[in-house]
Structures are given as structure tokens and as C-alpha cells.
């Protein structure tokens, strides 16, 4: 089940071609998205999964994006979907044609089920690897070119990570920079438990801000935690109580094992969280 | 003018839609691809771009391209070209549908025009800034996940850059390492004379292998030139008596203009690899 939505409300054929072959979008990965969660009718965070969109774009120099439009399409994808509960709702905002100024930038939504392999790891946890982005931590201010606070659509390199956890018998990755400290997942924002204190790294970073993250950091909050967004050293995470990734389809996935090795069971710590993040949107 | 063919052989309409929305060219920049000079119905490099093109599907673990179909499309533009002397022909190769694992690569090559901006350049040569990579000059063999030897789609970064040569009144960009050391253009190799040598910095370093450039140091080489591939300072770059960007549609441009400071005048050098590296294809 899948159903395409453009921004001038019409509807598409997912399985029919609307792009061109010059498009920026695959020629460069020159373009932004976002991935929303929908659940029983309902998008969770539309608003911050927006804004994030629409600073996205600016970074990219791409004209704002009409919010309204976008929030539609999410509408006209749900009002349309006829599959199960859950929906990921991709926005995809490409910036034209190569070379032909003309053309306008190309923008739809398109809903997709959400894979099995998600569905298994939020239930039953995963392991990950950790593997060097590069980057030192203090990049990101100094070279906004490198684009990364943006979720743009050039994520060769995300892929080919995951690639890599895969052939180390892994399900995922967390990124460390070059000194040692915890970045993000490929697609996702790293959360580490340690007592009734929550961690994400600072976006300062270099990383994205994550819109799941916040949710939980506000539900575990209301639930008692005390929430941090500071450095985190990769050895940090062997020794905490609990290492979460957080993204809008994978929700809040417990990492059981890292590079390996297990980690504390944090089965329980994994249940609340969940249960105060799932709270705020009963 | 622009013209169309896929690897069965067929012509397509540029113009209009062959690429499905969740094309993961589109949405995770997961493809590679090659620009191919053709002057005068003989492409430039054919062979050294297919095997960067095999090189690159095999560093992104796509399957092996099929070479002579790619020949055979790249010879099917040039004989439906009625445009200009030079095409640019695009080789463009995306892994498939995200989340579909039966839908096949996409496959094709794009003949277009070389860009007036391109040409003027080529003639008047550049004004370049530095800008900062991110990375340290041992990354690449360290961590094979971040792509560095391959020709990926997921060029936004390179985009943005470009973007950013613009804002401070340049027209390309010298990436650096975190130490300093020159790495390449955003779509092009570095060039660097110094007396009657001509400069590189080495593949390993994270940086594309230069088709280009390595024509024109073969050419160089004839007409007498030393050529090195080795580490090369950005602070090299002041003092020499030719700094220049090689790629396939650019050919050798010259840069007069490093980060605002007028650099050597190299016209002379410029001709002279300009006419050794064009005469290989007389």
C-alpha cells in the first residue's frame, strides 16, 4: 500500500514515473525530506517535522516551503490511505532540473507502510556498531557548507553505513566524530539512559535535531527524568543503563548490543519510555 | 538539446517523467554516476569513466554495470545528437526503489550542452576560495563508509559549496583537509604547477581519481613535463605558477584568483596543457 499526494492536492500513481531525469533530486541528491510518523489517522509532531523541513531548505538556499501545502498533501496521503494503522509519510522537496532554471522544484509526500525489519527491531531491540563520520565535533559551526544540521537527500554515505553494520552482523550505527564522541545514527538521534537522567547529544555538533528525541525527552520529563543535551563519549555507552535509537518510525529502539558486545538489559527503562512517549499521543 | 538513452538501447523524451518517486537516486542520493566529454562525435576517457563507474557501483556494493551496455548508450546519444560540437554525457545509475526490492537499478545516460558559464571559464579562467572538507587526509582508508573514492549522487554538499564560492564572488572551490592539505574541486581535480612540474594530491587521501587529470598528465608528460601525485598545502597554492581545475567538461581551467588574492599569471603554462592535452584527441 502505498499513495502519493503533490502539494497542489492531486494524487499520483506510486508506481508510475513523476520524475524527470534531470532532476536535481537524483542527479545531485540536491533536495530535503522528512519522514512522519501517522498513526491511526494522526501525524505525530507534524509541526516540528515542518519547521525542521523548512530549515532544511534554507540551509540549502531552496526557496521556504509553503507549510500549509505540505501539512495538505500529509492530509490528502492519510484521507487516502487504505492500508494499516501506521503510515511514514516521506516529504520530498527536490530543487529542479540541472541546468534548466525553469523547471519548478519538485515536492510530494508519499506514504509507505512501515517496514517489517522496524517493526521487529522496536520490539525486540537491536545491535549496533559504532563507526567513525570523519567530522571532529566542532565542524559544524565552522563549515555550514557541509550541510550538517540539514536532512538533505544525499545519504549515499547513510546507507553505506548501514551496509557496513550489516556486514559486521549488525542492524545499525552510531556515528562517532573523530575525537571520540557520540554523534547520530544514520537515520536516527542517539538517546543514552544513566539512572533517571536521559542524554542526546547538542546539535552544535553537527548533527540533526531530533524531532522524536524531543518528544521523549518531554514525555520523560513529565515522567520524572532528568533530561541533558550534552556531549556524550562513545565510551560512555558501554557502561550506561540504556543506549536508545529514536526516529519517527523506528520510535524509541533499545540497542541491546554494540559492536558485539551486550549492553545492560534495559528492558524496563525501554517500557517506560516508551509508555510516556505513546501517553502523549493517546 | 538534450538527448536520452537507456542501456536497451531505446531513446527516451528528456522532458519528460522515466523516474519513479521512490527512486532511491531521489530519495537517498543511493547511485553513482559519470560526466563524459564527447567533441565532435568522440567521447574523451570512455574507458578510464566506465571502469570509475564499476569502481564506484563496487564501493556502494550495486551490482556489477555492464560496461558495453553503457558504450553502446553513451554511442547511442552521440548518434542522435543534432546539437553543438561538445555534449556532456551524463552516466547515471541508482540502485533501485526504497523498500522494493524488485524493482530494478535505473540505468541511463543523458547527453546535454556544455553550460555557457563552463565555456567562459575555461576561456577567462576562475576566481576559487578554500573551503574546509571536514576531514582529516587519512580518513578515507580508515573508514570505506564514507564513500570518499566514489562518484556517489549524493552531491549536495558539493552543491552547497559551490553555492558558497558564489556568495563570496568565486566561481568553484579548492576543498581542504583539517590539516591544511588541498584535496579536489567540488566536480573537478587539482592541478599545481611549480617549474616545469606538475602537481596532484594522491588518490588516498580521500579524493576522486581524475579522469581529466589524468589525461592531461599523460600529455604533460609527453610534452616534458614531471608529473606527482602527492600532498600538496593549501599555502603551496599562493606560491605557484599554476593552479588549475580539471574535469571532463571544464577540461583544464585555470584559477588567476585563490580566496581574493590574485595568483600568478599561468596563461602561458595554461596554453601550453591546453594544447598538449587537446592534441591527444586530434
Known amino acids: 500500500m502505498r499513495v502519493l499526494a503533490f502539494l497542489d492536492g ?17 542527479l545531485r541528491g540536491d533536495g530535503v525530506f522528512e519522514t512522519v510518523l501517522v498513526v491511526d489517522g494522526k501525524p505525530r509532531e507534524l509541526g516540528p517535522h515542518l519547521d525542521r523541513l523548512a530549515r532544511s ?5 531552496l526557496p521556504e516551503p509553503d507549510l500549509e501545502a505540505w501539512e495538505r498533501a500529509v492530509q ?26 525553469d523547471v519548478e522544484p519538485l515536492c510530494y509526500a508519499l506514504g509507505m507502510e512501515i517496514d517489517e525489519k522496524i517493526k521487529r527491531a522496536r520490539a525486540e531491540g537491536i545491535a549496533a556498531v559504532t563507526l567513525d563520520r570523519g567530522f571532529g565535533p566542532d565542524i559544524a ?12 537527500l544525499s545519504y549515499a554515505v547513510n546507507m553505506a553505513a548501514l551496509r557496513e553494520a550489516e556486514r559486521r552482523g549488525a542492524q545499525d550505527v552510531i556515528f562517532t566524530a573523530t575525537d571520540g564522541s557520540v554523534l547520530e545514527g544514520p537515520t536516527s538521534t542517539v538517546l543514552m539512559a ?14 540533526l535535531p531530533g524531532t522524536t528525541q524531543r518528544s521523549v525527552f ?16 562513545a565510551d560512555e555507552l558501554v557502561s550506561a543503563d540504556g543506549v536508545f535509537l529514536a526516529s519517527s ?19 524496563d527503562i525501554h517500557a517506560e519510555l516508551c509508555e510516556a512517549y505513546e501517553a502523549q499521543y493517546a
Not at 544513566?194 to 548533527?207: A, C, H, Q, S, V
Open 218 to 233: 518531554r514525555a520523560a520529563q513529565k515522567a520524572g527524568w532528568t533530561v541533558k543535551s550534552e556531549p556524550i563519549s
Open 10 to 26: 492531486t494524487l499520483g500513481d506510486p508506481a508510475q514515473p513523476y520524475v524527470r531525469v534531470d532532476n536535481t533530486g537524483v
Open 141 to 152: 559551526e565552522r563549515a555550514p557548507w557541509l550541510l550538517l544540521g540539514a536532512k538533505t
Open 249 to 267: 518510525v523506528r520510535k524509541v529502539t533499545r540497542v541491546h548490543t554494540l559492536n558485539g558486545k551486550p549492553l545492560a538489559d534495559s528492558r
Open 194 to 207: 544513566k539512572g533517571r537522567t536521559l542524554y542526546t547529544p547538542p546539535p552544535n555538533i553537527g548533527i
Open 76 to 101: 490528502t496521503v492519510i484521507d487516502n490511505w487504505r492500508g494499516p494503522s501506521e503510515i511514514a509519510v516521506k516529504l520530498v522537496y527536490t530543487r529542479g532540473a540541472e541546468g534548466d532554471p
Open 57 to 61: 531548505a534554507a540551509l540549502l538556499d
